[in-house]
């Protein structure tokens, strides 16, 4: 296979990057059909075409080993193409709305009782199956070439081609039993003639190698090319090209390509000591580089080592803090190995995919070939994976063979002219004196021998309906796909400095190469930046597009400034509780959605005998940090017990969210909880529900902030119908304060009203030991609720679980002293049904309703369930859950409810997915309609990552965020296991907690529950 490319698309800078579409005449080939044998199916191929023409030495040996790759046709085609259609439509509410592996496996992928007769009648003809694939997309299997030629009823033989090259094949085309026929779409390996070829033009006159420069970076001190001139012939270095094309633009923006990554589909290996020089020269140093072997390819550098290098090295440059780059390397030899590689992209989900390798769409053998890799691209277009693929080297003519000048009708490269791929031509870019864009044209060397753009009019794919910008409609226009779609710099006579001193550039060092190779790559890095400047800008899940219009609309949207995100944050945080020492362990967490600004956060303590230290942290932006307080507060958890309060500042300005988890082990129940801050002090607090029952322990905290005035704090309990007990105490400016109902001989369970002389902070924290009927085990833990400073009339909780060892309920308080609530809770199920309830809470009296035992009784009821309460008169409503969590975590978790109506964003400083930590997300969504929602992590070291959920009316959806953020933890160890989260409905209201499970250092188990910050 060989590198090629078309008539290109004009990169210019961002603001005005279009679409292309430069296209040339073609004639369509006609495939050649083995005479079908009873009961079998043939395989279309063109292999025959190329056999007849090359000379037939003898039949390949019998015992000689084959490896084949079986591709599977995919289910409810079109289906998929509508999906794929909606995802890719700005008006479609399925816009961006791409699907994960799994999703993508179960709805359109093979099903495993497809693949198993498959599997089953290659062991019957003695093959050994090699690997399978999540997805079921492909079947690799290991045998002799007389066993293929028993399964496939071929005879393969050894064949020269004219030019001299040496090669086995199959006579005629394959078939297969009409027992697998449906479920068989290519075989891959019978023949070793499609090989994928690929070669960057080196610089035909003029200087072949960059004026050099002793780098600062590289302990070796490699020189490092200095940036080009602006006369041609030249090279041009990546901050050149970053200036003209305005990747300054998003590096300005703060995008460098931090979280993201990029795949590199390779036929080859590379040295990591070319592309360590070169990245000190150019960036990407931290760049994490994962060597994929495919099919056990030793990865050894061979004679197309250039290749691979340049494709690295171009996506580095350009974006030198790419969290990720993966590199999936093949055998040139083998297009199973080729097929394996594509199905492991699809598998892996990798968002930015890069290839260079290509051959001609009329080549012999290519027919059943595309079609198989037309199933891998429909499947990376419905998960937004991005694929990008040079559109070769061969100007028209992409069949070309240089070394016999055969083959010179109008032709076009796979895998560019796909549809579901973005094709990559070439320009020749110039530049001012100050590497500012000047021009392009299209790249067109053929006259000094040194290549040109590649593209026309494919032969096998039809227009797709958004090919309709100004020049793809043409003279030339057939009504098939044109290409390419875009266009970088390409020409080798202003071409790219590489590093590259092994394989076929052994001896080297720094050399200018150019093609469409480099281009794709170029185009890689661009995507990923913008992909990351999206997420931080707009929400945008990733541009992951083939549709070339959108992508280009996407970019220009991102120029332009796109449009904002509004993330739910305040400059000042309150926390009444909070205890060091004394077995306890307490942190405090903090998230900045900001996109350009560190926040400096000043962290206040308060004691019970007055304040202490003032310490000054500071967040980077789009991340999350960690106080260790113990820590901070020179107090270990060994040490002696202290009570402590905190106020969180942002000094500068900057919108911050603040979280305060701890762990800890008290009275022997060894658990812990976490609290959202309050962002502003009150006169009045309200509690649903305060126990102090037997095995139950709660405490009101309380702090009056420094400078204020002395506070008198009056703290009434109420039950049943009457004030049960009430005291008033007396909170110094600057002091923390605790109070329990059991110094007040209280011991039930009350709801509690606290009012204050002077704002104050107060918080409820309880531990207690008890056990339920429907859980097995004992129940230990503990729970803290921050006060609501009002009653309501309507109350939201998205979280809610009533599965085996988890029991729930709703508690609602009537604060008033003579008029009765009339209250209706609205049960909202993961399914999309509803079971409302209605009863009366007496006036001065806690109503508990029992989740659990109102949906046993509703069948249509799930075990995740959403709540919604409202009521004619102002009530309080708690939600308190016991569990054992996986039958063995044992605890609790108690929340205030989020006031309605339902907000449009929410944050959460909180979270960790490290080891015994499992932590959700769930959205509840109480409207009549459905609602896109965006929900993005943010990770240390200013690493993001983005998905977007539909959920649907008056139901609930549950995302597991250790799935979301561990392969990217993985991959990038900067990322950190911690995080935050920001929720944002796309296009209407929502409602957003967040429950963890945790086994704490193996000291400490339970459960936490925050509802997220709303503004």
């Given at each position: 296979m060989k590198l090629r490319s078309i008539y290109p698309i004009v990169l210019v800078p961002l603001i005005g990057i279009v679409i292309i579409a430069t296209i040339l005449w073609s004639v369509v080939s006609t495939f050649t059909h083995a005479t079908p044998v009873?009961?079998?199916?043939?395989?279309?191929?063109?292999?025959?075409?190329?056999?007849?023409?090359?000379?037939?030495?003898?039949?390949?040996a019998a015992n000689q080993p084959i490896s084949l790759a079986i591709g599977l046709n995919l289910r409810n085609q079109a289906d998929l193409a509508s999906y794929i259609k909606q995802i890719t439509t700005p008006q479609s509410p399925l816009y961006h709305h791409y699907l994960n592996a799994a999703d993508f496996a179960a709805l359109y992928a093979p099903l495993p009782?497809?693949?198993?007769?498959?599997?089953?009648?290659?062991?019957?003809?003695?093959?050994?199956?090699?690997?399978?694939?999540?997805?079921?997309?492909?079947?690799?299997?290991?045998?002799?070439?007389?066993?293929?030629?028993?399964?496939?009823?071929?005879?393969?033989?050894?064949?020269?081609?004219?030019?001299?090259?040496?090669?086995?094949?199959?006579?005629?085309?394959?078939?297969?039993?009409?027992?697998?026929?449906?479920?068989?779409?290519s075989v891959a390996g019978l023949d070793n003639l499609l090989q994928y070829h690929r070669k960057p033009h080196a610089t035909g006159k003029g200087k072949a190698h960059p004026a050099l420069a002793t780098s600062n970076a590289s302990p070796s001190a490699i020189t490092c090319p200095q940036p080009g001139a602006a006369t041609i012939p030249t090279s041009y270095t990546p901050s050149q090209i970053a200036t003209a094309y305005d990747f300054t633009k998003l590096y300005d923006s703060g995008s460098l390509g931090e979280g993201q990554t990029v795949g590199l589909l390779e036929l080859d290996g590379y040295s990591p000591n070319d592309i360590a020089l070169y990245a000190s020269c150019f960036g990407g140093k931290n760049t994490q580089i994962q060597t994929i072997p495919i099919d056990g390819y030793n990865g050894a550098a061979g004679a197309n080592a250039a290749e691979v290098e340049l494709d690295m090295e171009m996506v580095l440059g350009l974006a030198p803090r790419l969290a990720n780059l993966r590199?999936?390397?093949?055998?040139?030899?083998?297009?199973?190995?080729?097929?394996?590689?594509?199905?492991?992209?699809?598998?892996?989900?990798?968002?930015?995919?890069?290839?260079?390798?290509?051959?001609?769409?009329?080549?012999?053998?290519?027919?059943?070939?595309?079609?198989?890799?037309?199933i891998f691209f429909q499947a990376a277009a419905a998960q937004g994976q991005t694929i990008l693929a040079a559109s070769g080297d061969m100007g028209a003519t992409g069949c070309y063979d240089p070394r016999t000048g055969a083959n010179t009708s109008p032709s076009v490269d796979d895998p560019a002219s796909q549809p579901y791929v973005t094709g990559v031509g070439g320009t020749t870019l110039s530049i001012n004196a100050d590497n500012t864009y000047q021009s392009e044209r299209v790249w067109n060397d053929r006259a000094i021998k040194n290549g040109a753009s590649g593209g026309g009019v494919s032969k096998v794919w039809f227009k797709p309906t958004w090919q309709q910008g100004p020049g793809v409609a043409n003279a030339y226009s057939t009504g098939y796909r044109e290409v390419p779609d875009v266009s970088a710099n390409a020409d080798p006579q202003t071409g790219y400095d590489v590093y590259c001193s092994v394989g076929g550039c052994a001896g080297g060092g720094w050399i200018v190469l150019g093609g469409t190779s480099a281009a794709a790559p170029v185009w890689a890095a661009m995507v990923a930046l913008a992909n990351e400047t999206a997420s931080k800008a707009n929400g945008a899940t990733g541009l992951g597009s083939f549709h070339a219009l959108n992508l280009t609309q996407s970019l220009i949207t991102l120029s332009l400034g796109g449009p904002s995100r509004t993330t739910a944050t305040s400059t000042t945080w309150y926390f009444a509780e909070g205890h060091i020492g004394g077995n306890f362990q307490e942190y405090l967490t903090l998230e900045n959605p900001d996109t350009k600004q560190a926040a400096q956060v000043q962290v206040k303590y308060l004691f019970s005998t007055g304040q202490g230290p003032i310490i000054v942290h500071t967040v980077p932006p789009q991340s999350r940090a960690t106080v260790t307080v113990n820590d901070e507060l020179h107090n270990p958890s060994t040490g002696p017990g202290r009570d402590v309060s905190m106020i969180v500042t942002s000094l500068n300005g900057v919108g911050i969210v603040a979280e305060r988890p701890m762990y800890f082990s008290f009275n022997g129940i060894n658990s812990g909880t976490d609290a959202l801050g309050s962002t502003k002090l009150g006169h009045d607090f309200y509690f649903a529900d305060v126990e102090a029952q037997r095995n139950y322990s709660s405490f009101i905290t309380m702090f009056d902030p420094p400078g204020s005035?002395?506070?008198?704090?009056?703290?009434?309990?109420?039950?049943?119908?009457?004030?049960?007990?009430?005291?008033?105490?007396?909170?110094?400016?600057?002091?923390?304060?605790?109070?329990?109902?059991?110094?007040?001989?209280?011991?039930?369970?009350?709801?509690?009203?606290?009012?204050?002389?002077?704002?104050?902070?107060?918080?409820?924290?309880?531990?207690?030991?008890?056990?339920?009927?429907?859980?097995?085990?004992?129940?230990?833990?503990?729970?803290?609720?921050?006060?609501?400073q009002s009653q309501g009339k309507d109350w939201l909780f998205a979280e809610g679980y009533t599965g085996p060892n988890f029991h729930e309920y709703l508690v609602l308080a009537n604060f008033d002293?003579?008029?009765?609530?009339?209250?209706?809770?609205?049960?909202?199920?993961?399914?999309?049904?509803?079971?409302?309830?209605?009863?009366?809470?007496?006036?001065?009296?806690?109503?508990?309703?029992?989740?659990?035992?109102?949906?046993?009784?509703?069948?249509?009821?799930?075990?995740?369930?959403?709540?919604?309460?409202?009521?004619?008169?102002?009530?309080?409503?708690?939600?308190?859950?016991?569990?054992?969590?996986?039958?063995?975590?044992?605890?609790?978790?108690?929340?205030?409810?989020?006031?309605?109506?339902?907000?449009?964003?929410?944050?959460?400083?909180?979270?960790?997915?490290?080891?015994?930590?499992?932590?959700?997300?769930?959205?509840?969504?109480?409207?009549?309609?459905?609602?896109?929602?965006?929900?993005?992590?943010?990770?240390?070291?200013?690493?993001?990552t983005e998905q977007v959920v539909t959920v649907g009316p008056q139901t609930r959806v549950t995302l597991n965020i250790n799935s979301m953020a561990l392969p990217i933890a993985h991959a990038t160890s900067r990322a950190g296991y911690s995080l935050s989260i920001a929720v944002q409905a796309v296009n209407g209201t929502i409602m957003a907690e967040r429950p963890m499970y945790f086994n704490y250092q193996n000291t400490a188990q339970g459960g936490t529950d925050v509802v997220g910050y709303s503004g």
């Amino acid at each position: 296979m060989k590198l090629r490319s078309i008539y290109p698309i004009v990169l210019v800078p961002l603001i005005g990057i279009v679409i292309i579409a430069t296209i040339l005449w073609s004639v369509v080939s006609t495939f050649t059909h083995a005479t079908p044998v009873a009961g079998r199916t043939p395989i279309p191929s063109t292999i025959g075409r190329y056999t007849s023409n090359s000379k037939m030495l003898k039949r390949t040996a019998a015992n000689q080993p084959i490896s084949l790759a079986i591709g599977l046709n995919l289910r409810n085609q079109a289906d998929l193409a509508s999906y794929i259609k909606q995802i890719t439509t700005p008006q479609s509410p399925l816009y961006h709305h791409y699907l994960n592996a799994a999703d993508f496996a179960a709805l359109y992928a093979p099903l495993p009782s497809s693949e198993a007769p498959v599997i089953d009648y290659l062991r019957s003809e003695g093959f050994t199956i090699t690997a399978t694939y999540p997805d079921h997309l492909l079947v690799d299997a290991r045998g002799t070439v007389a066993q293929a030629e028993q399964a496939f009823q071929v005879q393969i033989n050894n064949y020269q081609e004219q030019s001299g090259q040496y090669f086995y094949a199959n006579a005629a085309s394959p078939s297969r039993p009409v027992s697998v026929a449906p479920f068989v779409a290519s075989v891959a390996g019978l023949d070793n003639l499609l090989q994928y070829h690929r070669k960057p033009h080196a610089t035909g006159k003029g200087k072949a190698h960059p004026a050099l420069a002793t780098s600062n970076a590289s302990p070796s001190a490699i020189t490092c090319p200095q940036p080009g001139a602006a006369t041609i012939p030249t090279s041009y270095t990546p901050s050149q090209i970053a200036t003209a094309y305005d990747f300054t633009k998003l590096y300005d923006s703060g995008s460098l390509g931090e979280g993201q990554t990029v795949g590199l589909l390779e036929l080859d290996g590379y040295s990591p000591n070319d592309i360590a020089l070169y990245a000190s020269c150019f960036g990407g140093k931290n760049t994490q580089i994962q060597t994929i072997p495919i099919d056990g390819y030793n990865g050894a550098a061979g004679a197309n080592a250039a290749e691979v290098e340049l494709d690295m090295e171009m996506v580095l440059g350009l974006a030198p803090r790419l969290a990720n780059l993966r590199v999936y390397e093949a055998s040139l030899t083998s297009l199973a190995a080729y097929n394996d590689a594509w199905a492991r992209i699809v598998n892996d989900r990798t968002p930015v995919v890069s290839t260079s390798w290509v051959f001609c769409e009329q080549g012999a053998g290519v027919a059943n070939e595309i079609q198989q890799e037309n199933i891998f691209f429909q499947a990376a277009a419905a998960q937004g994976q991005t694929i990008l693929a040079a559109s070769g080297d061969m100007g028209a003519t992409g069949c070309y063979d240089p070394r016999t000048g055969a083959n010179t009708s109008p032709s076009v490269d796979d895998p560019a002219s796909q549809p579901y791929v973005t094709g990559v031509g070439g320009t020749t870019l110039s530049i001012n004196a100050d590497n500012t864009y000047q021009s392009e044209r299209v790249w067109n060397d053929r006259a000094i021998k040194n290549g040109a753009s590649g593209g026309g009019v494919s032969k096998v794919w039809f227009k797709p309906t958004w090919q309709q910008g100004p020049g793809v409609a043409n003279a030339y226009s057939t009504g098939y796909r044109e290409v390419p779609d875009v266009s970088a710099n390409a020409d080798p006579q202003t071409g790219y400095d590489v590093y590259c001193s092994v394989g076929g550039c052994a001896g080297g060092g720094w050399i200018v190469l150019g093609g469409t190779s480099a281009a794709a790559p170029v185009w890689a890095a661009m995507v990923a930046l913008a992909n990351e400047t999206a997420s931080k800008a707009n929400g945008a899940t990733g541009l992951g597009s083939f549709h070339a219009l959108n992508l280009t609309q996407s970019l220009i949207t991102l120029s332009l400034g796109g449009p904002s995100r509004t993330t739910a944050t305040s400059t000042t945080w309150y926390f009444a509780e909070g205890h060091i020492g004394g077995n306890f362990q307490e942190y405090l967490t903090l998230e900045n959605p900001d996109t350009k600004q560190a926040a400096q956060v000043q962290v206040k303590y308060l004691f019970s005998t007055g304040q202490g230290p003032i310490i000054v942290h500071t967040v980077p932006p789009q991340s999350r940090a960690t106080v260790t307080v113990n820590d901070e507060l020179h107090n270990p958890s060994t040490g002696p017990g202290r009570d402590v309060s905190m106020i969180v500042t942002s000094l500068n300005g900057v919108g911050i969210v603040a979280e305060r988890p701890m762990y800890f082990s008290f009275n022997g129940i060894n658990s812990g909880t976490d609290a959202l801050g309050s962002t502003k002090l009150g006169h009045d607090f309200y509690f649903a529900d305060v126990e102090a029952q037997r095995n139950y322990s709660s405490f009101i905290t309380m702090f009056d902030p420094p400078g204020s005035t002395n506070a008198n704090v009056t703290v009434s309990y109420v039950a049943a119908g009457r004030q049960i007990a009430t005291t008033t105490i007396a909170v110094a400016a600057g002091h923390r304060v605790t109070t329990t109902p059991m110094s007040l001989g209280v011991n039930q369970t009350s709801a509690v009203y606290v009012h204050s002389d002077q704002p104050v902070m107060v918080e409820r924290p309880t531990y207690f030991s008890t056990s339920r009927s429907n859980i097995s085990g004992p129940v230990t833990g503990a729970a803290t609720v921050v006060g609501t400073q009002s009653q309501g009339k309507d109350w939201l909780f998205a979280e809610g679980y009533t599965g085996p060892n988890f029991h729930e309920y709703l508690v609602l308080a009537n604060f008033d002293s003579s008029n009765p609530a009339n209250v209706t809770v609205n049960l909202e199920y993961s399914n999309g049904a509803t079971n409302p309830m209605t009863f009366t809470v007496a006036p001065r009296s806690q109503y508990f309703f029992d989740v659990n035992r109102a949906s046993a009784s509703f069948a249509q009821s799930t075990t995740s369930v959403s709540a919604e309460v409202s009521s004619n008169v102002p009530v309080v409503a708690q939600r308190q859950e016991y569990f054992r969590y996986n039958g063995t975590i044992p605890g609790g978790t108690d929340v205030i409810g989020q006031p309605g109506p339902a907000k449009s964003s929410y944050s959460f400083a909180e979270g960790y997915i490290g080891g015994g930590f499992t932590e959700y997300l769930t959205l509840q969504n109480p409207n009549t309609t459905s609602q896109d929602v965006a929900v993005r992590l943010y990770m240390a070291n200013s690493i993001t990552t983005e998905q977007v959920v539909t959920v649907g009316p008056q139901t609930r959806v549950t995302l597991n965020i250790n799935s979301m953020a561990l392969p990217i933890a993985h991959a990038t160890s900067r990322a950190g296991y911690s995080l935050s989260i920001a929720v944002q409905a796309v296009n209407g209201t929502i409602m957003a907690e967040r429950p963890m499970y945790f086994n704490y250092q193996n000291t400490a188990q339970g459960g936490t529950d925050v509802v997220g910050y709303s503004g």
